[in-house]
Nanobody, 118 residues
Framework: QGQLVESGGGLVQPGGSLRLSCVAS????????MAWYRQAPGKERELVAM????????YGSAVKGRFTISRDNANTNTVFLQMNNLKPEDTAVYYC???????????WGLGTQVTVSS
């Protein structure tokens, strides 16, 4: 059974940085995509960033230029989200997602809270 474990969330002041990590275990695919989503109270879950097995990336418009998704080349089932210049509106629960492209196979992590506040 696949499992995703996120870590690295916390409280940070506006303008600060955080680095989230997500480790996937128990699943593998040559066509996998890993992504970060977030959900703020009262809002829908939205895409933050994604990375394909081949290293292609894409970002949500709200975070482009401030956040960077990357992976551990020694273990491509581990991804990171470097978040710089954080704003109060970035406050949300951040979820890691693992999926096989063009299939119904999807795994979600339990999420990690990020709070940006002075």
């Amino acid at each position: 059974q696949g499992q995703l474990v996120e870590s690295g969330g916390g409280l940070v002041q506006p303008g600060g940085s955080l680095r989230l990590s997500c480790v996937a275990s128990g699943m593998t695919s040559s066509n996998r995509i890993m992504a970060w989503y977030r959900q703020a109270p009262g809002k829908e879950r939205e895409l933050v960033a994604m990375i394909t097995r081949r290293g292609g990336t894409a970002y949500g418009s709200a975070v482009k230029g401030r956040f960077t998704i990357s992976r551990d080349n020694a273990n491509t089932n581990t991804v990171f989200l470097q978040m710089n210049n954080l704003k109060p509106e970035d406050t949300a629960v951040y979820y890691c997602k693992w999926e096989i492209q063009y299939s119904s196979v999807v795994y979600w992590g339990l999420g990690t809270q990020v709070t940006v506040s002075s």
